[in-house]
T-cell receptor, first 116, second 118 residues
Framework: GENVEQHPSTLSVQEGDSAVIKCTYS??????FPWYKQELGKGPQLIID?????GEKKDQRIAVTLNKTAKHFSLHITETQPEDSAVYFC???????????????FGKGTHLIIQP | GAVVSQHPSRVICKSGTSVKIECRSL??????MFWYRQFPKQSLMLMAT?????????EQGVEKDKFLINHASLTLSTLTVTSAHPEDSSFYIC??????????????FGQGTRLTVV
């Protein structure tokens, strides 16, 4: 089965600086890589996702890059703000046209702390 | 965006009793729903996948007789924790996707249910 490794487990950055979280996956059949933000006591919220037919995707301050050969993908947050503080999870699964995403295998999470 | 609602958000039950958690897709028809479990400060672990009208597929190590999943309609799936024990205390989260020809989507998550067994 799929195995997703995520680093670091905790990341503290100064407000306004950039944050980078990295994940690797093991199953070459995986082709869908979403990132979630989870606040305490709440369900995960999708912030960005990428499919294996693209190498990079950007949405305002958030970007995700994918290296399918090396089986790793990264989340980049620029100009960090206090409200970015949360736990971030990467995940991997297979996405079938006409079916959607299969059940996700999650990384262990990164606690992002934005220092004012 | 698509909304998935879970109920209850918190529940406390006594050991040996059963508790039911509901997961509803409010503005779309969910052909597939997923149930996850999350222990404190840990990751989400997929428990099972359910397709409307058929039996759920459980992940390895998840007891199907203990965690009963019913997906009887396109907008509702339920997870029943039977004969609950304190070690079943956890955060249970569902997600749902629409799927179908030309309608493949990502899965949207509910807000989770905090189960405490005393």
């Amino acid at each position: 089965g799929e195995n997703v490794e995520q680093h670091p487990s905790t990341l503290s950055v100064q407000e306004g600086d950039s944050a980078v979280i990295k994940c690797t996956y093991s199953d070459s059949a995986s082709n869908y890589f979403p990132w979630y933000k989870q606040e305490l006591g709440k369900g995960p919220q999708l912030i960005i996702d990428i499919r294996s037919n693209v190498g990079e995707k950007k949405d305002q301050r958030i970007a995700v890059t994918l290296n399918k050969t090396a089986k790793h993908f990264s989340l980049h947050i620029t100009e960090t703000q206090p409200e970015d503080s949360a736990v971030y999870f990467c995940a991997a699964s297979q996405y079938v046209s006409g079916g959607g995403a299969d059940g996700l295998t999650f990384g262990k999470g990164t606690h992002l702390i934005i220092q004012p | 965006g698509a909304v998935v609602s879970q109920h209850p958000s918190r529940v406390i039950c006594k050991s040996g009793t059963s508790v039911k958690i509901e997961c509803r897709s409010l503005d779309f028809q969910a052909t597939t729903m997923f149930w996850y479990r999350q222990f404190p400060k840990q990751s989400l672990m997929l428990m099972a996948t359910s397709n409307e009208g058929s039996k759920a597929t459980y992940e390895q190590g998840v007891e199907k007789d203990k965690f009963l999943i019913n997906h009887a309609s396109l907008t509702l799936s339920t997870l029943t924790v039977t004969s609950a024990h304190p070690e079943d205390s956890s955060f249970y989260i569902c997600s749902a996707r629409e799927g179908g020809p030309g309608r493949d989507t990502e899965a949207f998550f509910g807000q989770g249910t905090r189960l405490t067994v005393v």
